[in-house]
């Protein structure tokens, strides 16, 4: 009996195998490739000096990008120019590889007058759009390294009453070409009453001036409960309070990273403190790829649709221009020459003459051979000569053809 049981649960094994064709695996192919590429992810930090961005960034990703930066004085910052500068680091996590590049602008802002101070942060992602257009549309489009920018932080100064209008005008000159976060910077420094308010006053501005600011994908209807409600509570704090701290303290008992008061401690990984996990849970956990996919589909679309654009309308104006032709002399042909082409235009004549007559005997012959008026049989291999003998003719007709354009053509070159 239970050999019985056991060959019939080998034959229902084989039956299934019989029956798997083995697409379900696609998903591990697609994981083991990605994880084995590894992945890449570039953000931009812009703000004033003075908000946190360093120590925010380092906070998120847990590393120290800002090991070598000189902090200048307040003399230097009046002259400083914004500049863009570049930090790349390696961090792997359970066997996952992330080359994360962080973009800094340090002197926005900064200085007296800040008009048109967002032009070299527009200036270098437009570069780096423009090196992805060209590598993709080279011959090795292998191993194409990505460098565009896919997420821009924005830090708001939380001692305003809202948008000031350089944030106006940086966030809509941005808009159109990255994915902008609003941050309300240091917000320990605002009681939870001032934030709320804060936040819907930069909410109202950022419909006021017409802002387009990321946007939340909406959540899939087969979603689970919790995702849904995790999605509705980051749509609800944006634009996010945040606290960066690179500093261990004591609190409870335990030791977390935060900022130690006279007056207490406040916890950057504590929800109730401030929407720094809120907003890790975003740019990390749950929404990098799809800030990713915008900036491929819809930021790099637009901008390589107005490229192609531009250059069609180039090429179509370049056509429409009509370039004088210099009128040059012709030159004069000598005697042999002429004689030469004269010869060779009445041979080809007289080949085309005998050739047309050949053509006109041969369909006469067709219709109305001379053997069928005699009432003999006709051969098949006359039609056919003269057949063979049309086509000779018309091939040696065209040889003579291209020979005296030749001829004619270097004449005139001379």
């Not at 003075?50 to 990008?65: M, P």
């Not at 680091?89 to 340090?106: A, N, W």
């Not at 902008?180 to 939870?192: G, H, M, N, R, T």
């Not at 057949?387 to 091939?395: A, I």
Request: overall charge negative; charged content about 30%; some cysteine.
């Amino acid at each position: 009996m239970e050999i019985w049981m056991l060959n019939m649960s080998v034959k229902r094994a084989k039956d299934h195998e019989k029956q798997y064709v083995g697409f379900a695996t696609l998903p591990n192919q697609v994981h083991r490739k990605s994880v084995k590429k590894g992945f890449d992810f570039t953000l931009m930090v812009a703000g004033e000096s003075g908000l946190g961005k360093s120590t925010l960034v380092n906070s998120l990703f847990l590393t120290d990008l800002y090991k070598d930066r000189k902090l200048l004085n307040a003399e230097e910052r009046i002259n400083q120019t914004v500049e863009i500068v570049k930090h790349t680091v390696d961090i792997e996590e359970k066997g996952v590889k992330l080359k994360l590049t962080i973009v800094d602008t340090p002197g926005f802002g900064d200085a007296v007058n800040n008009t048109e101070c967002w032009k070299p942060i527009t200036d270098y992602i437009d570069q780096q759009f423009e090196q992805y257009f060209r590598d993709e549309s080279g011959l090795n489009r292998k191993n194409i390294q990505d460098n565009r920018v896919h997420c821009c932080l924005y830090f708001i100064s939380p001692f305003g009453h809202g948008l000031r209008p350089v944030d106006v005008e940086f966030m809509k000159a941005l808009h159109e070409k990255v994915n902008i976060v609003p941050l309300i910077a240091k917000a320990d420094c605002l009681i939870p009453s001032e934030i709320r308010k804060l936040k819907e006053r930069i909410r109202e501005e950022i419909d006021k001036f017409g802002i387009k600011v990321y946007q939340f994908p909406e959540c899939d209807s087969d979603e689970d409960e919790e995702f849904k409600q995790q999605d509705r509570e980051l749509k609800e704090s944006a634009p996010f309070a945040v606290i960066g701290s690179n500093t261990v303290v004591e609190a409870k008992g335990q030791r977390v990273r935060g900022r130690l008061y006279p007056w207490g401690i406040v916890e950057v990984e504590n929800q109730a403190h401030c929407d720094f996990v809120k907003l890790r849970n975003m740019l990390i956990r749950t929404h990098m790829h799809d800030l990713k996919d915008v900036t491929c589909d819809v930021h790099y679309e637009n901008y390589r649709a107005q490229c192609i654009q531009q250059m069609t309308s180039k090429l179509t104006q370049d056509n429409r221009i009509e370039s004088p032709i210099p009128i040059l002399p012709l030159p004069t042909p000598d005697t042999e020459t002429e004689k030469l082409i004269k010869m060779k235009d009445e041979e080809v004549r007289t080949i085309s003459a005998w050739a047309l007559l050949v053509l006109e005997s041969n369909m006469f012959l067709q219709d109305c051979p001379t053997e069928a008026l005699l009432g003999l049989p006709t051969p098949a291999s006359h039609h056919h000569g003269l057949l063979v003998d049309s086509l000779l003719c018309l091939m040696q007709l065209r040889r003579m053809q291209e020979m005296l354009q030749k001829m004619q053509q270097q004449m005139q070159d001379q």
